[in-house]
């Protein structure tokens, strides 16, 4: 069977050519609506089909090899087993998005609804990204009512139909359309599916299961985190419904700057002004760096902008105990701008012993140079 032909397209068909031409036959062969003794098979084969086609790996594979090729690609080729995508999509053929109801159990009122997950944006100091730090938050999520423990129904009420669906939870409605008519089953606005009149809920939560608190959460944000960095707290978001499980708590973090130091990644940068002497004759100097002071040898000669390594006294390596990035020292030498009468004697000094030896020198390079 040739999967181009079981959909109906050309072989160069594009993606949303396949999708529609799948909704179309899908409406035509579903085992609901056609009744025709071999529906279901080709109902299967259409998913198949669909499935590879509308994958670009597994269609290039069925392109070039045909289904052996997707085969020995390790798809399986048994009876179409519907993907997450694919019985999605065969919802959406035949109801449209937001009219499925009924069929997925989604939609039973009863079955377990996991809590969502929140996220919380923090701001943190510069130090405390490097180091790691201890903080509580204060965080607005879904509990448990404590009114009903989560069923949405007051105990003390008597329970009666819900009126509109008259206990059904659900709606039928017909829709025609060029393809016939169907009916379609929607999820009744009442009850929210359950039922039940909505004047036995429960008062506190309203038939929801679930209040709005406050609550206190203490997390502990590792050494080496950066802007952007997440941690998740499983089982700190909102309450699930029905016995669902709890949403997490997901803290994006952000680093404010600091004054001091520049930060990339797991390096830490800053700026030191020399003098002119200084930077000629080498020095030790003392420098701020994260853990505090250090004393740096400034090498004889060092030029402007270059930069002197403190080894090991950057960022830690997020989750790598004991590794850490580098420190490093940008070297500015400052010109001076005034001077008093003995430092200009003395410039005036080295000014002319240097006109000496730099013309020699000059001279040298400049020879090499037209060699
Ligand atoms: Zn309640
Ligand atoms: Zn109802």
Same mark, same amino acid.
């Given at each position: 069977?040739?999967?181009?032909?079981?959909?109906?397209?050309?072989?160069?068909?594009?993606?949303?050519? !396949?999708?529609?031409? @799948?909704?179309?036959?899908?409406?035509?062969?579903?085992?609901?609506?056609?009744?025709?003794?071999?529906?279901?098979?080709?109902?299967?084969?259409? $998913?198949?089909?669909?499935?590879?086609?509308?994958?670009?790996?597994?269609?290039?594979?069925?392109?070039?090899?045909? %289904?052996?090729?997707?085969?020995?690609? $390790?798809?399986?080729?048994?009876?179409?087993? @519907?993907?997450?995508?694919?019985?999605?999509?065969?919802? %959406?053929?035949?109801?449209?998005?937001?009219?499925?109801?009924?069929?997925?159990?989604?939609?039973?009122?009863?079955?377990? !609804?996991?809590?969502?997950?929140?996220?919380?944006?923090?701001?943190?100091?510069?130090?405390?990204?490097?180091?790691?730090?201890?903080?509580?938050?204060?965080?607005?999520?879904?509990?448990?009512?404590?009114?009903?423990?989560?069923? $949405?129904?007051?105990?003390?009420?008597?329970?009666?139909?819900?009126?509109?669906?008259?206990?059904?939870?659900?709606?039928?409605?017909?829709?025609?359309?060029?393809?016939?008519? @169907?009916?379609?089953?929607?999820?009744?606005?009442?009850?929210?599916?359950?039922?039940?009149?909505?004047?036995?809920?429960?008062?506190?939560?309203? $038939?929801?299961?679930?209040?709005?608190?406050?609550?206190?959460?203490?997390?502990?944000? *590792?050494?080496?985190?950066?802007?952007?960095?997440?941690?998740?707290?499983?089982?700190?978001?909102?309450?699930?419904?029905?016995?669902?499980?709890?949403?997490?708590?997901?803290?994006?973090?952000?680093?404010?700057?600091?004054?001091?130091?520049?930060?990339?990644?797991?390096?830490?940068?800053?700026?030191?002004?020399?003098?002119?002497?200084?930077?000629?004759?080498?020095? %030790?100097?003392?420098?701020?760096?994260?853990?505090?002071?250090?004393?740096?040898?400034? *090498?004889?000669?060092?030029?402007?902008?270059?930069?002197?390594?403190?080894?090991?006294?950057?960022?830690?390596?997020?989750?790598?105990?004991?590794?850490?990035?580098?420190?490093?020292?940008?070297?500015?030498?400052?010109? *001076?701008?005034?001077?008093?009468?003995?430092?200009?004697?003395?410039?005036?000094?080295?000014?002319?012993?240097?006109?000496?030896?730099?013309?020699?020198?000059?001279?040298?390079?400049?020879?090499?140079?037209?060699?």
């Amino acid at each position: 069977m040739d999967y181009y032909e079981i959909l109906g397209v050309e072989k160069n068909a594009t993606k949303d050519e !396949i999708k529609s031409a @799948f909704r179309k036959k899908a409406r035509q062969l579903h085992p609901d609506v056609n009744k025709a003794p071999d529906a279901e098979e080709r109902f299967k084969e259409l $998913g198949k089909a669909y499935e590879t086609l509308s994958d670009d790996e597994k269609r290039a594979l069925y392109d070039r090899y045909g %289904e052996d090729g997707l085969k020995n690609a $390790g798809y399986s080729q048994g009876p179409f087993d @519907f993907g997450f995508g694919g019985i999605n999509d065969i919802f %959406e053929a035949f109801f449209g998005q937001g009219m499925g109801g009924g069929f997925s159990s989604r939609h039973d009122p009863n079955a377990p !609804i996991e809590g969502d997950n929140l996220r919380m944006d923090m701001k943190i100091d510069f130090m405390d990204a490097i180091f790691g730090v201890e903080k509580e938050i204060k965080i607005n999520h879904l509990e448990e009512c404590d009114e009903c423990h989560g069923t $949405g129904k007051d105990k003390n009420a008597k329970e009666t139909a819900c009126k509109t669906c008259r206990g059904m939870g659900r709606i039928q409605q017909n829709t025609r359309t060029i393809l016939g008519s @169907f009916t379609s089953v929607t999820t009744c606005p009442d009850c929210n599916g359950s039922g039940i009149d909505p004047s036995s809920n429960c008062k506190k939560c309203k $038939g929801t299961g679930t209040i709005h608190k406050e609550k206190t959460v203490k997390i502990r944000i *590792p050494k080496g985190v950066d802007s952007g960095s997440r941690i998740r707290l499983a089982n700190e978001g909102n309450a699930g419904k029905n016995g669902g499980r709890k949403g997490d708590l997901y803290i994006v973090l952000y680093v404010k700057d600091s004054k001091e130091f520049i930060r990339d990644g797991v390096d830490i940068h800053t700026v030191l002004e020399i003098s002119m002497p200084q930077a000629v004759l080498g020095d %030790e100097v003392i420098v701020k760096t994260v853990d505090g002071e250090e004393k740096i040898h400034i *090498p004889q000669g060092i030029e402007n902008l270059e930069k002197v390594l403190i080894k090991g006294k950057g960022v830690p390596y997020l989750g790598k105990e004991g590794q850490r990035g580098n420190h490093y020292v940008t070297i500015k030498i400052n010109t *001076p701008k005034k001077l008093s009468g003995e430092e200009e004697k003395l410039y005036r000094q080295l000014f002319e012993l240097s006109k000496k030896t730099e013309k020699n020198g000059i001279m040298e390079k400049v020879k090499t140079a037209f060699k």
